[in-house]
T-cell receptor, first 114, second 118 residues
Framework: DVKVTQSSRYLVKRTGEKVFLECVQDMDHENMFWYRQDPGLGLRLIYF???????EKGDIPEGYSVSREKKERFSLILESASTNQTSMYLC?????????????FGNGTRLTVT | AQKITQTQPGMFVQEKEAVTLDCTYD???????LFWYKQPSSGEMIFLIY??????QNATEGRYSLNFQKARKSANLVISASQLGDSAMYFC???????????????FGKGTKLSVIP
């Protein structure tokens, strides 16, 4: 079974702090994604990566950056956390085999910025 | 650009009854894939079922089936014999847009909250 592990289930940070959300997958997947989930808005793509050191902006990249130094690890960075970044963050991975490859998700990190 | 629409914010169904969750999509790509995910209150996203645009038959996975009507651009999820454990958010998703290097993003709808009544 594919396992995608997010380092924290719940996180509380203060405005202006630098925040790191870590994600590790154990299935040698090429693609990794960071989504943000908010009530009534569904899942929105922040950033994704299709190879080590490669990154692409999603629909809402503002205020975020990412790092992928190793194939199994994809980090989301909030350079200066703000209250409007309070949300559920979901990491996912998939193989690069085409249109029928489902995304496998981690359990999510619920971030609160106060 | 791809777009997924789920028009039912919330649905109720009696235990052991069947329920249909609606999903319509919009794309200009001739080849595409459609997915349904389940998200229980615990938060994890669980992959349920996949339908390819060229698949001749509707996809089925146990109690889940996908009613795929290509001309209408709809991909409704049918859950037969509902169980209390089916209470969750359900998301329809479509592959696209193309991300480069042979990979694709998934575009999600806003979800439908299903509540199963005993």
């Amino acid at each position: 079974d594919v396992k995608v592990t997010q380092s924290s289930r719940y996180l509380v940070k203060r405005t202006g702090e630098k925040v790191f959300l870590e994600c590790v997958q154990d299935m040698d997947h090429e693609n990794m994604f960071w989504y943000r989930q908010d009530p009534g808005l569904g899942l929105r793509l922040i950033y994704f990566s299709y190879d080590v050191k490669m990154k692409e902006k999603g629909d809402i990249p503002e205020g975020y950056s990412v790092s992928r130094e190793k194939k199994e690890r994809f980090s989301l960075i909030l350079e200066s956390a703000s209250t409007n970044q309070t949300s559920m963050y979901l990491c996912a991975s998939s193989t690069r085999t085409g249109e029928n490859s489902p995304l496998h998700f981690g359990n999510g990190t619920r971030l609160t910025v106060t | 650009a791809q777009k997924i629409t789920q028009t039912q914010p919330g649905m109720f169904v009696q235990e052991k009854e069947a329920v249909t969750l609606d999903c319509t999509y919009d794309t200009s790509d001739p080849s595409y894939g459609l997915f349904w995910y389940k998200q229980p209150s615990s938060g994890e996203m669980i992959f349920l079922i996949y339908q390819g645009s060229y698949d001749q038959q509707n996809a089925t996975e146990g109690r889940y089936s996908l009613n795929f009507q290509k001309a209408r651009k709809s991909a409704n999820l049918v859950i037969s014999a509902s169980q209390l454990g089916d209470s969750a958010m359900y998301f329809c998703a479509m592959f696209g847009p193309y991300s480069g290097a042979g990979s694709y993003q998934l575009t999600f709808g806003k979800g439908t909250k299903l509540s199963v009544i005993p």
